[in-house]
DNA sequence: TCAAAAGTGTTTGGGTTACACCCATGA
DNA sequence: TCATGGGTGTAACCCAAACACTTTTGA
């Protein structure tokens, strides 16, 4: 029989999926590695779990590391822990989904040792990386998709000021559909979830934008509440069971 | 810096929450420690997961182990890693969901070294576990209760055939609610979900009810489609985005 | 004949959908 | 004045919700 001590030889690292919306288009960073394994290969951001460390505190490290952030959206998304997913040894990952506005990043990206650089990659543009990466990257897509239909988590990723254009352009970006605009805006609107800035954007060659910010308030209701921000693409019959 | 090889000295475990629907109740599975740590007490079944053996691999086994059954719902759910949640070392648990008929189990049970016994405990009378267990298990019975509105997940849970009645119970007992029973045969019926096998209840002191069993072939596709089984307990609007 | 649960339809209200034209600005 | 995106309303439909009485059986 195995005892106990023998289960003591494993490491668990986390990684982060961090999403980014810019240029119209969904993005994901990743790094290039300057370590082996998988020296100089593409993957997530993510490092093995100091023995004093929580998961979410460690995945919390590792954005802040990349990114300099600190107050972003962080959820645990799933473990993977495949045999041999890992050449140095048996080694489980713990994925989290992370959301920011990539304005921030910007201003504050610095390396760090694991990496040569980090990059903005649009998500319709990977397709091979580090480890098991890839299929790390594919379940939170899902998941993220999932969760904008849920809680408007979208508005992590724009910036303070935005026209609704932009947000709907965001959710066209994440669902990989179209949407009506004049259903979005009333539908959004109806959700008491924008603050009207009464501001205009300026130096458009074209009627200016009104800009709106998200009520923060409303938007942490949301989030606790179960909610359902239904932007359905199917024309499957979502039935609802009533009590 | 810390090197590589002083990461390997953590273990991991998988915990099941193991759900059950019997005499109108939802119930968990839960097992009587027979080891150290924790000894007496209660908690989730769950065990080390083995050097050469994936996560869901290592789920499955714990669950064949205690309940003999092979072939049943299984779910990752979490990952719960705090620092000093195991006193014999950095252990983080993956916690999986599985949903059994209890009727299956009831014909199999063994028990194992891990446990002096193992028993049904309705949820309601479950306050203090071994470990982490208790916050485990709250996460999966939130899981449980979503899923059930986004897929008929909850069929796993009864024998292969039952009453509208019976279904309608099952859905009370784990949303914690009361549904509307002409609203939700017709809902139920609408999804051509179940086959009407022309048999009806026996020597029961009452009219006897239909029997029904579910369509395999149409669950598996609820199950892969994302899907919206919303039985929204709830007055709160489920608006919709169009598209 | 009584108790206990099974079974069954209709109306109302609200949200989703589909759809087309005018407005404001900079070039 | 032209190109570009911003901004607006209405009608049809479908689904959820609310709600009460009759039927069948065993005791």
């Given amino acids: 029989m195995t005892v106990p001590a023998d289960f003591f030889k494993s490491a668990f690292t986390v990684d982060n999926v961090i999403f980014g919306f810019d240029d119209g288009d969904l ?16 993957g997530l951001p993510g490092y ?29 998304i799933k473990t993977f822990g495949k045999t041999g997913r890992h050449p140095m040894g048996r080694v489980i990952t713990v994925a989290y989904l992370s959301l920011i506005k990539v304005d921030d990043y910007l201003l504050k990206v610095k390396n760090n040792a694991v990496a040569q650089k980090a990059e903005w990659f649009s998500i319709s543009d990977i397709d091979d990386l580090a480890f098991d990466h890839k299929e790390i990257l ?45 259903n979005f805006r009333k539908k959004i609107l109806s959700m008491n979830l924008l603050i009207d800035l009464d501001q205009y954007q300026e130096n458009v060659a074209h009627r200016p934008a009104k800009l709106y910010s998200f009520d923060k308030a409303r938007y942490q209701e949301f989030l ?5 921000f239904d932007l359905s693409e199917n024309k499957r019959k979502s039935r609802t069971l009533q009590y």
């Fill in 27 to 42: 993005k994901v960073l990743l790094i290039q590695r300057a370590e082996d394994p998988f020296l100089d290969y593409w």
């Fill in 48 to 76: 093995f779990v100091n023995a004093d460390e929580g998961l979410k505190e460690a995945a919390y490290r590792v954005l802040e590391e990349m990114t300099g952030l600190t107050d972003v959206y962080l959820e645990q």
């Fill in 138 to 182: 594919d379940t939170c897509l899902d998941t993220l998709r999932r969760r904008v239909q849920q809680k408007p988590v979208g508005f992590e990723l724009l910036p303070p000021k935005f026209t609704l254009t932009e947000l709907q352009h965001l959710y066209e970006a994440i669902l990989d559909t179209e949407l009506d605009k004049r």
């Fill in 224 to 228: 606790s509440d179960g909610y359902s």
